[in-house]
């Protein structure tokens, strides 16, 4: 297996430790496509992959209708997706997204954190280019009428870098550009897609001693706890 499988096997193991920090992220989510792209999922990409994602996070679909409904609301702030890059303490890059509706909040409480944890809190392009951006899909196992290494090739015109089983689904990784055509890809030959995302997948990573490992996770915890940061990605050996 790749890294794109290593990575995801790392990620699962720590996973949003509450139900609603989910959720809040998912309604961020929800604004930002219905802003950009208005509150049919049948004509916005976006949402419908929004959507998804409710759906596989257990998210009630009544849960899912007042976010939409609040996010075609004018009086509603659209929230702004702001990236922040920096070190973690013993040279472990960081990555942070966040989506906000108060900049200067943000960046304060972002750099707050890699204050106090003794972090680095860097310029923009100052780590991001160790990390490869990714699309990821996870389709239904029983649509498929092929084996993995046959739909590696079937999706080779969309650059898809990995394909693997598991016990969420088929799931594939592909370069960041391609996540408009291969949800349509699917979606033309009736795959049904379970959820699909976004990640940045670090091209080398640092192995830690457990003490080590403990000073970077502090960080991590920190920032994971503010409610304006949608991910946090790092290249520490997991």
Known sequence: MGRAFEFRKARKMKRWSAMAKTFTRIGKDIVMAVKEGGANPETNSRLRAVIQNAKAANMPKENVERAIKKATDKDTENYKEVLFEGYAPHGIALVVETATDNNNRTVANVRSAFNKC???????????????????FTVKKEDISIDMEELELELIDFEVEEVFDDEEGVIIYAPFEQFGSIQSYFEENNVEILSSGFERIPTTTKSLSEVEQADVEKLLERLEEDDDVQNVYHSMEM
Do not use: E, K, W, Y
Request: charged share 10%.
């Open 118 to 136: 003794d972090g680095h809190f860097g310029t923009s392009g100052s780590v991001i280019f160790m990390f490869d951006h990714t699309c990821n």
